[in-house]
Structure formats: structure tokens, C-alpha cells
């Protein structure tokens, strides 16, 4: 019984902190609002405070909650079929090798358009994950495959640094906003470019969800239910690439989220089934990097914190905890 309360409450619990913090993101900032007047300026096309409420806040609100989606359903298809507790797009090195390429676009003023830039970002996506995945094999510890994640990243983080030195003052100073991961600054045209291809990849997760619980129990196993197993890693490893870069090209690396939202909701519903954790999955990392981006208005207010280092905070001690319950004994 209580299994089945929680199958049924838990979403509608999260849809609901969802639309809270959407209203408190509304609220905050200066000038600081009720959400009588939040409402009332979101409704009311004359409103007064139309504009900060509507072209400022509510885009940079619902991106958070897309983004974090996303950051979610790729952290949950690595995880599984890796069958590894603490993979993710930015210990496979998938944001970072993002990230270099943004960079480049960047400090370059290459002048791609903002639409194409997450499908460019996804090639570096693709190349930084291969060469993690390459070089961990048939590994499953999670301390090498966070050794080797580490190296790429770094890899990558020397290439930015120099993609920095070619830049102008005005150029550096929006990169490393971005390296930090943000969404100050965002708007409409973010939300409408990151959307589309987060629904997407979620939806192809939706699709891939009984291969990759298949997976989960072993190649073996999922090759004698009649899985293809090789397409189907490559298939989710491929998704989880793209929602990644997605998200990296408009919002940075944003990390941690995407290691944390499916642990939470697995401990939550009291289960691992890929098909029954993604849709909690998807709904926490939305609210995880809400919460996180209200913690970096508040934390130093008027000071803004870039949104990665709230998201840091939490992720790095909930890191360290998962390798150690899982590090395979000497």
C-alpha cells in the first residue's frame, strides 16, 4: 500500500514544488514582489512590471526546470546502462567536451547562431565521451571511471584556458560566467532552442526506458531477452550526449544534477526500474536546479552566484558518499 501511495503522490508532490518555486523565482529579484503582483503582472499584458516578470524571470524560471529535466534523464540512461552509480555527462567528460566548443564560439565571436550552437556542442559532447568510454573498457569502478572522467575533463579545461588566452576582456568575462554554469541572462530564445531537444531526447529515453532496465541485470541477461545490446548502450549513450549538450550550450556545465535526480528518486519510490524512475527522475532535476538557482540569488543577495556552484556544493560531498558506498574493495 504504501509503495503504491508513493507511485501516486510523489509526482503530483513534485509537480506541485515545481510550480512553487516557479512562483518564488517570479517574486524574487528587485524589485521584489508579492505573488498577487507576480501573477497580476504575468496575466496583464499592461502591467507595470510586465516586463521584468515576463521577459526576465519566467523564461530564466521554466529554463531551470527544463534544463534540470534533461540534466536528469541523461544522468539516469548513463548510469544504468553502465550499470555505474556515479556516471554522468560531467564525469564522462560529455559536458566538458561541450563546453570547450561553446567556448570556442564564444571567444571567437564565430557568430553560429544560437539555434545550431547545441548541435555543435554536441560533437564535442560526443568526442570527450568517447574517449572516456574508450578508455574505462569493461570497467565498472567507479573510482576509475571517475579517474578517467577526470582526465578528459581536465583535458578539455586546458583546451578552454587556451581558447581564453585568444579572447577579448568582454569575451572572458561572459565565458567564465558560462564555464561556471548560469542561467542569468537567459531568455525566451534559450528556452525555445533548448526545448525542443530536451523533449526530445527525454522522449527517446521514454522509448529506450525496458532496454535499459534490460541492461541494468547484465549484457548476458539482456541479450538472452532478446535486447540488442550494443545499439541499445550506444543508442542511450548517444541521448544522454545530446540532452547534455543541449543543456551546456545554452546554461554551461551545470554540474552534479544529473548524478544526484535519479538517486533521489530511486530512494524515494524504493526502486531501481529505469521505467519507473524516469518520470520522478525527470520532474527532481528540474526542481533540483530550480531550488539551486533560487539558493545562488539568495545566498549573497543582491549578489548572484553563479547557479553551478550551488549546484556543486551539494553535489560534491553527495559524490564523495556514492564512491564510497560503491568502490569496489582491494
Known sequence: MITIIKRVELPGLAVAALAVCVLAALCLGEPRLR???????????????????????????????VAGAGLAAAGLLLQDVLRN?????????????????VATIVVLGLGVPLVVQPWAALAGAVVAGALVLLAIGRTRDPA?????GAAV??????????????????NVVVLFRYLLGSLAARGWPHLETVTPLVAAGVGAAWLLRRRVEALTL?????????VPVTRTRVAAVGVAALLAAAVASVCGPVAFVALLAPH????????????????????????LLALADLASRLLLYPVELPVGIATTLVGVPALVLLSRRTAVPA
Not at 157 to 166: P, S
Request: aromatic share 0%; glycine share 14%.
Open 153 to 170: 575533463s581536465a583535458a578539455c579545461g586546458g583546451l578552454v584556458v587556451a581558447v581564453v588566452g585568444l579572447g577579448t576582456q568582454g
Open 35 to 65: 505573488p498577487a503582483t507576480a501573477l497580476a503582472a504575468l496575466t496583464d499584458p499592461a502591467h507595470p512590471l510586465r516586463v521584468p516578470v515576463w521577459e526576465v524571470r519566467l523564461p530564466r524560471a521554466l529554463l531551470g526546470l
Open 144 to 148: 576509475h571511471v571517475a579517474l578517467v
Open 218 to 226: 547484465g549484457d548476458d541477461v539482456a541479450a538472452g531477452l532478446g
Open 85 to 101: 552509480p556515479i556516471a554522468g555527462p560531467e564525469l564522462l567528460g560529455v559536458s566538458s567536451g561541450a563546453a570547450v566548443v
Open 264 to 287: 533521489l528518486a530511486r530512494r524515494l519510490l524504493g526502486t531501481v526500474s529505469t521505467r519507473r524512475v524516469l518520470p520522478l527522475a525527470v520532474l527532481l532535476g528540474g526542481l
